[in-house]
C-alpha cells in the first residue's frame, strides 16, 4: 500500500484509532499505543564511533541534520539527527583521551550539542552559551577526566532544547576506563552490550510528529504515546548469550520510566549516571526520570522471550493529579528480547565493580537551597515563558545565580515546592545523593549521579567538589531535565572561580 492509498484509508478511519505501518496507533493522546502486530522491527543499534587520530588527539565528527525517518513503513517523517536523520551515533571515549569533537550544524537555525554528564571546562560543555550557527562548525576540545560510564549528548539551545531533542537530536556517550576494561562484564558493542535510548513521540495521522505545545504540555511536559528504542518502533533484538548489558537511557523530554521484566525475573543494576555502583544491586523496577541512566544485566536461557516493559505506576510519591501522566500509563512494551536457541555463556557477574569515594558532609564548606517553583493557574499557563522558576527566577542567560570556589565542597538542598516531580541535573561535576527527606537513597541511587529526580513537597541532599575547571566567565548550568521545564525558565547558572 503506498502512501496516498494509505492517506485516503486513514481519512475514513474512525477518529479513536489509525493504523500506521500495520500496527494500530491509538488516538487520542491519553494511553500509550499497544503494538498490537507484536514486536516486528529488528532493534537499530546506533552506529559506534570511536574518533581519529590526529596528531595525540582523538577526533570525532558529528553533523547535525535534518532529515526523515520511516518509524512506520511507507511513512516518511520529518526529523532530526546527529550524522543520520533520527538520533546520533554511540561515542565512545577513554579517560585521560584528548579529544576534539567537531560538531557541524546543517540545519537551518542555530543549535548546540551538550555532553551531558562530562566534567569539562564549561566553554567546552555545549550549553546555551556555546550556540552553534547554520553552516558553521564548533570545536570542542577537552581531555577526558571521568571514571566509565553511559553519557549522553543532545542540544541545549536556550528555549529550543525540548524541540530540538523531540525532533530526535541525541546520542550515547561511554566513557572506558582501566577500571571497566578488567571487569568480566559484558562488552561487546551491539552483541552483549546495547545502548538503549527509551523515548515516547506523538504523530499526526499523516506520520508527522510535530512539536506543538498546548498550554498542558507546556506545564506539564510533552509526552508522547508511542515508545522508541533506539528510534525503533515495536522493536525485538536477538541475544546470542546469557547475560545481556543493556546501558538505558531515558531520553524523553518529560516521562518517567517504571521499568520492568515480563516474567517478574530481577535484574542487576550495575551503573548509575557517572559509572558503576559498588556492587550489582538486584531490582525487578528500575525508575529512570527524564536524563537518568542505567546499566543493567539481564539474564537469559536459550530460547526464551523477555519483554521490557514500562509498568503502570499510579500513586505513592510520583502519583496524584499533577504527576507526570505517563505514571499513569498502561504499561506497554519498550523491546523484546529474544534469546537465540543456542547461546553463549556469559562471565559471572562480579561481585565487586568499584570503589566510591565518599564525600564526607564535614568537608562541605557551604549549603545553598534550590527551590525549585510551578506558578499554576491560567495566568501563567499562558504567561509561555514564566511559568517555571529556581528560588524565585526564572532563567537569564546574562544572570549569574551563584558563584562557586574551584575546590569546595558544597551540599545543595533541592525543595520541590511544586505538585510535580522535578529530574534536578547540574552540569561540570558528578554529585552524590545524601539524603531524600532525611532517609538515606536507595541502593542503586548510591553513586556518581548527574541527575536525581525530585518529588513533590521533597527534599534531597545532594553533595559535590568542584574540580579542576574554574572560569569566571563561563557559566555551568543546573535545571530540571523536564525539557520544556528547562525551557520555561526553571534553569539557572553558576560559575567556579
Ligand atoms: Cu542533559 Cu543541561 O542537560
Ligand atoms: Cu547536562
Ligand atoms: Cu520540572
Redesign the pocket.
Known sequence: MNVFTRRSFLKSTAASAVVLGGAAVYWPRSGFAQPTGGMTNLLKIPALETGHAEGGVRVYDLTMQNGVTEFFEGYQTPTSGINGSYLGPTLKVRDGAAIRINVSNTLEEPSTL?W?GMHLPARMDG?PHQVVSPNETWASEFTIKQKAASLWY?P?LMGKTAEHVWRGMAGMFIVEDAESDALPLPNNYGIDDIPLVLQDRIFTRDGRMDYGLSMHSRMMGMVGNVPFANGTYAPYFEATTTKLRLRILNGSNASTYNLALDNGANFMQVATDGGFLEAPVEMNLLQLAP?ERAEIIVDLVAAEKVMLLNMAIGGGSSGGMMSGENNNAPAFPFLEIRAAAKITQSADLPSHLTTMEWLNEADAVKTRVFNLEMQMGMGAMMGGGNSHSINGKVMDMARIDEVVNLGDTEIWELRNVSMMPHPF?M?DVQFQILDRDGQPPAPNEHGRKDVVMVNPDEVVRIIMRFEDYADANAPF?Y?C?ILEHEDAGMMGQFVVV
Open positions: 551538550h551531558h550549553g543532545h541545549h536524563a541535573h552540569h548550568m535545571h531535565h
